[in-house]
Nanobody, 121 residues
Framework: QVQLAESGGGLVQAGGSLRLSCAASGRTFSSYAMGWFRQAPGKEREFVAGISWSGSTYYADPVKGRFTISRDKNTGYLQMSSLKPEDTAVYYC?????????????????WGQGTQVTVSS
């Protein structure tokens, strides 16, 4: 099993920044990809950003140019800048075995508990 623990969420004004972290522990894989998803009230969980084992990054259109995904050993990060009220959601990190990053919820094997991000206008 892999345990994922997110941190860094909170309340921020529009235009502000937050940095989310995701610490992975437990079982290790020879290669794995990490993704960030978010879920707003009444909406489905949606892909935000992903990073492959090799370091290739992928972003959903609404966050391109504002969010940056990165990783360092067993910790992943999501740097969020120029935040908007529509970015308000619970943010989840996820890990999938294998090298490539996926953009669909079902492609990921392990999930964190989520961290709330609220952007006020």
């Amino acid at each position: 099993q892999v345990q994922l623990a997110e941190s860094g969420g909170g309340l921020v004004q529009a235009g502000g920044s937050l940095r989310l972290s995701c610490a992975a522990s437990g079982r290790t894989f020879s290669s794995y990809a990490m993704g960030w998803f978010r879920q707003a009230p009444g909406k489905e969980r949606e892909f935000v950003a992903g990073i492959s084992w090799s370091g290739s990054t992928y972003y959903a259109d609404p966050v391109k140019g504002r969010f940056t995904i990165s990783r360092d050993k067993n910790t992943g990060y999501l740097q969020m800048s120029s935040l908007k009220p529509e970015d308000t959601a619970v943010y989840y990190c996820a890990v999938r075995a294998g090298a490539g990053a996926g953009v669909v919820v079902s492609q990921y094997d392990y999930w964190g508990q989520g961290t709330q991000v609220t952007v006020s206008s």
